[in-house]
């Protein structure tokens, strides 16, 4: 606990000079491997945002991101493995020195363990499930560590190619004869390909995207363009999904970064934003929401609370299946990341996550002050509001829940990781 407190200190005192000024030579890419292994690994990062929406759908209503995953194993594992185990003990002794590393460690080790009494899982496919995200986690924060500009690069242009496949799905909706896509377009709520069939998770992917593009500096005058047209075809595509917490989570984080945002530049965009989504509320989409109620939220937590109150400190194990049922109606999860995690894991585990989701929180205020922090900033708002109505899954294979939440966790890592290193 000394430990953990010492290391939260010396977060503390850092400043934006120190964390993006001065160099951290230890975490370039090591001199053995040849650079197109670099491009390699910054595709496979690119990709690992932008497939999920941009992937082929598979042919199975079940997983319908199969060719996603598959394409993963050899863009971004293969590479960030390689990576890693060219520097795999600086890598993770640094990652254990910051606050986050323990709490992640113990985190996914629980998961891990929990599958002995899980009434589905299997501990092979969950082993690869917590290897996978320890690699996503490790990989993205060293990468920020090492240059937190480069990371504001990447996340720019896979905003962009979340934009162009938010383009397409608009354009091919209608024609669209999916089976995962019949009943949305039915109702007309708008979906995109590959992970992201379901105006939900949809909406969260790109609301997300919107929200650190947002925040992102661009100086060129046609970056400053594709900026503002990436932004609202995602923001058209976001309304047409029809998802009021997608809504609710942009509104809300916007809202907040208006007093923490002092580029004039950046609140114009966010007040602009905010005055488009008040018109629209104003001409009558707060019909649509008042008609749509609270879509059974209130019963949803009550079951859930009851599912939490049979198995509070073990949970029913990682990878199991439970089922909450109102009104006639069956729901395969509680629709909210705290519930959901209690319910497979246990409240210790829960209450880890807050405790991990919250140092992701402070890590970003502490850097409001440079562009990536204030992208964190904005992210975590933004995750913080989506996780309490729908995408809880956080112990799977690469999804939209990744975006929300390991994303996050790996860029404040990261950062806290890169402060160390400026002062040592």
């Known amino acids: 606990m000394a430990r953990l407190t010492t290391n939260l200190m010396t977060i503390l005192r850092m400043d934006e000079y120190n964390v993006v000024s001065r160099p951290a030579p230890r975490l370039s890419m090591p001199r053995d491997m040849p650079r197109w292994v670099h491009h390699w690994l910054w595709l496979g990062m690119w990709?690992?945002?932008?497939?999920?929406?941009?992937?082929?759908?598979?042919?199975?209503?079940?997983?319908?991101?199969?060719?996603?995953?598959?394409?993963?194993?050899?863009?971004?594992?293969?590479?960030?493995?390689?990576?890693?185990?060219?520097?795999?003990?600086?890598?993770?002794?640094?990652?254990?020195?910051?606050?986050?590393?323990?709490?992640?460690?113990?985190?996914?080790?629980?998961?891990?363990?929990?599958?002995?009494?899980s009434n589905y899982g299997h501990f092979g496919d969950a082993a690869i499930v917590v290897a996978y995200i320890g690699l996503f986690v490790l990989t993205w924060s060293t990468f920020t560590a090492r240059d937190p500009q480069a990371l504001q690069r990447l996340l720019f242009w896979?905003?962009?190619?979340?934009?162009?496949?938010?383009?397409?799905?608009?354009?091919?909706?209608?024609?669209?004869?999916?089976?995962?896509?019949?009943?949305?377009?039915?109702?007309?709520?708008?979906?995109?390909?590959?992970?992201?069939?379901?105006?939900?998770?949809?909406?969260?992917?790109?609301?997300?995207?919107i929200t650190w593009l947002m925040q992102t500096s661009v100086r060129e005058h046609r970056l400053k363009w594709l900026q503002f047209a990436a932004t609202g075809v995602m923001a058209v595509f976001v309304v047409l999904t029809y998802s009021r917490a997608a809504w609710l989570a942009i509104l809300v984080a916007h809202g907040c970064m208006l007093f923490v945002v002092h580029p004039w530049k950046t609140k114009q965009r966010i007040l602009a934003l905010l005055g488009v989504a008040a018109l629209a509320i104003a001409l009558g989409g707060w019909r649509y929401m008042e008609q749509r109620g609270l879509s059974y939220r209130p019963q949803i937590f009550v079951e859930a609370a009851h599912l939490i109150w049979l198995h509070p400190w073990t949970g029913l194990g990682m990878g199991s299946r439970y089922t909450i049922d109102i009104a006639g109606i069956e729901w395969t999860h509680s629709h909210?990341?705290?519930?959901?995690?209690?319910?497979?894991?246990?409240?210790?585990?829960?209450?880890?996550?807050?405790?991990?989701?919250?140092?992701?929180?402070?890590?970003?205020?502490?850097?409001?002050?440079?562009?990536?922090?204030?992208?964190?900033?904005?992210?975590?708002?933004?995750?913080?509001?989506?996780?309490?109505?729908?995408?809880?899954?956080?112990?799977?294979?690469?999804?939209?829940?990744?975006?929300l939440g390991w994303l996050p966790v790996a860029i404040g890592m990261g950062l806290a990781w890169r402060a160390r290193e400026s002062q040592g």
């Open 336 to 403: 909210n990341a705290l519930t959901h995690t209690a319910i497979l894991l246990g409240i210790p585990a829960a209450l880890l996550w807050v405790w991990l989701w919250l140092m992701v929180g402070w890590r970003s205020w502490t850097f409001r002050h440079m562009t990536t922090g204030r992208c964190l900033f904005a992210l975590w708002i933004y995750a913080t509001v989506a996780f309490q109505f729908d995408a809880p899954d956080l112990l799977q294979k690469p999804s939209v829940e990744w975006l």
């Open 47 to 117: 990709w690992t945002l932008v497939g999920l929406a941009a992937s082929p759908v598979g042919d199975k209503i079940w997983n319908p991101g199969k060719p996603y995953h598959d394409s993963l194993l050899l863009l971004f594992v293969v590479p960030a493995i390689g990576w890693l185990w060219k520097g795999r003990g600086e890598f993770f002794r640094r990652a254990m020195q910051t606050v986050e590393g323990p709490i992640l460690l113990i985190f996914l080790g629980w998961a891990a363990v929990s599958v002995a009494w």
């Open 158 to 209: 896979s905003a962009v190619g979340l934009a162009l496949s938010a383009l397409l799905s608009i354009a091919t909706f209608p024609w669209r004869s999916l089976n995962a896509a019949i009943s949305w377009q039915v109702q007309g709520r708008l979906i995109a390909f590959g992970s992201l069939n379901n105006p939900n998770l949809a909406a969260f992917a790109y609301g997300a995207a």
